[in-house]
């Protein structure tokens, strides 16, 4: 079965990190760049990070450079979401897909069926 699974989500102080998952089984992770999104309620989904497939560049939108990390280990079939000082702005529903392009800032806008696959999303809070 071809699936991603998110994992790490969670409750957690601001200031605090979380580091999150995203497991990929039925293909192989390598073939794809992976991108995280979230989606906090009553606001639109945003991308938040990517990290390409051929040469590991990665992109980060604006608020969470230098605070996240993405990373993957293909051995593994997952990616890696790692989030430092999270502070509440960061609360929302974190999911992550696949798609076989470029990573750069113009992957967070194509159309959701572009992408390969996604996932279900693991939720993250981060209270004051």
């Known amino acids: 079965q071809v699936q991603l699974v998110e994992s790490g989500g969670g409750l957690v102080q601001s200031g605090g990190s979380l580091r999150l998952s995203c497991a990929a089984s039925g293909f192989a992770l390598r073939n794809y760049a992976i991108v995280w999104f979230r989606q906090a309620p009553g606001k639109e989904r945003e991308g938040v990070s990517c990290?390409?497939?051929?040469?590991?560049?990665?992109n980060y939108r604006h608020s969470v450079q230098g605070r996240f990390t993405i990373s993957r280990d293909n051995t593994q079939n997952t990616g890696y979401l790692q989030m430092n000082s999270l502070t509440p702005e960061d609360t929302a529903v974190y999911l992550c897909?696949?798609?076989?392009?470029?990573?750069?800032?113009?992957?967070?806008?194509?159309?959701?069926?572009?992408?390969?696959?996604w996932g279900q999303g693991t939720q993250v809070t981060v209270f004051l």
């Open positions: 897909a696949t798609i076989a392009v470029a990573c750069n800032d113009r992957i967070y806008s194509m159309a959701r069926t572009r992408y390969y696959i």
């Open positions: 990290i390409s497939y051929t040469d590991e560049t990665t």
